[in-house]
């Protein structure tokens, strides 16, 4: 559940979907449960001690956290310290990232946090007891951080939050509600980057993966259990020709401005967002960015890259710095080696995360 959404309806669906698992005799076996975002819960001092679900969500949260407890099903919780980041002035930056230098944040009963995954574990903790279900064990429905769309959205900044993270779980220790008890399990978002997922929130939420689309990893972390296994990138991955779609500087481009955004109304222009690895390009260097992603998404194909005559096929990478303007992948029978690449890329990464 997220903000307003689904949350009249979810109660039925899980009893629906428990259903048809006790009819075909799985109803012990797989465990239905449904993803919260962190914004279910709250906390007037923003710490666990205020912790509680939000007075909207009562009577659902009363329903399902039942419902969870009679399956003996795990709640599931997203953590995200980016968002926390972002929408709390008492959350820094150093204490998203897990870093010694955080100032810490001091709770009731001389209980101290100086991580925001902590601290968000426990308002989930906090909050489930006081709904009644103290006991109940808590999965870390998705954690990770954005390289892209956003200021401090960076491959970088999501090393040093993942290695970090990484740390945190392989110590295997609990949090202050939970010393003995740490989360279950905890799910890494996300494998790719997702062009077509909602931007409501922010261009970032378009760049979670730790692979970019086309399968190179961003940055270099283990998911093993020491043993030293580095993030595995496609080989022989099958690109579009090396053509590219930039504004005609030969043109008048001054009233280009609506077929910019009717580009970004069908591609993905998030990386132009402010802070994004683009966001510094000026005219008309963005408007080339947001023709070029619109170019690449339709296959390159001759009539996407026309705006109204200001589109010019070039074959000079226009990228400048960390900006990159991204050619597409080979989706033809041609080259149907890449789908085969990047499947097996999944494979290997399951192997090093088992």
């Keep these: 559940m997220y903000g307003e959404q689904f949350h009249s309806v979810v109660i039925g669906a899980v009893i629906n979907v428990q259903s048809a698992l006790a009819k075909a005799s799985l109803g012990s076996e797989i465990k239905v449960v449904v993803p919260l975002s962190s914004d279910s819960i709250q906390s ?96 870390v429905a998705r954690v990770g951080w954005p390289t892209d769309g956003a200021a401090n959205a960076s491959s970088q900044t999501a090393e040093i939050f993942m290695k970090a993270l990484m740390q945190r779980l392989h110590a295997k220790s609990g949090t202050a509600l939970r010393p003995q008890n740490p989360p279950s399990e905890i799910f890494i978002f996300s494998l ?11 261009g970032f939420e378009r760049h979670w993966g730790v692979f970019t689309f086309d399968g190179q990893a961003k940055y270099r972390i283990d998911f093993g259990q ?22 005609d500087n030969n043109k008048d481009v001054s009233n280009a401005s609506a077929r910019v955004l009717d580009a970004c109304s069908a591609a993905d222009c998030s990386a132009l967002s402010p802070g994004g690895s683009c966001s510094n390009l000026s005219w008309p260097g963005n408007a080339s960015y947001a023709f070029n992603n619109y170019y690449q998404q339709h296959d390159q194909a001759r009539d996407s890259c026309d705006f109204g005559g200001l589109g010019l096929i070039t074959t000079v990478d226009p990228s400048i710095g960390s900006c990159r303007f991204w050619i597409e992948l080979d989706t033809s029978e041609a080259g149907s080696h890449s789908r085969v690449c990047l499947f097996w890329l999944l494979i290997l990464l399951i192997t090093v995360l088992v």
């Design 44 to 139: 007037e001092s923003g710490l666990p001690s205020k912790a509680h679900f939000r007075p909207d969500l009562n009577k659902t949260m009363l329903e399902l956290l039942t419902f969870l407890d009679k399956h003996h099903s795990p709640f599931f919780v997203t953590i995200s310290p980016f968002l926390s980041f972002l929408q709390d002035k008492n959350v820094s930056l150093d204490f998203a990232l897990f870093k010694e230098t955080a100032r810490p944040r001091n709770d009731t009963h001389s209980r101290t946090y100086r991580n925001s995954f902590d601290l968000t574990h426990d308002n989930a903790v906090a909050a489930l007891s006081a709904a009644g279900f103290p006991g109940m064990p808590i999965v």
């Design 192 to 202: 790719f980057d997702e062009n077509q997922r909602s931007i409501a929130s922010g």
């Design 226 to 247: 020491g043993s030293s296994k580095d993030l595995v990138n496609a080989q022989e991955v099958d690109y579009l020709p090396s053509k590219w779609c930039v504004v």
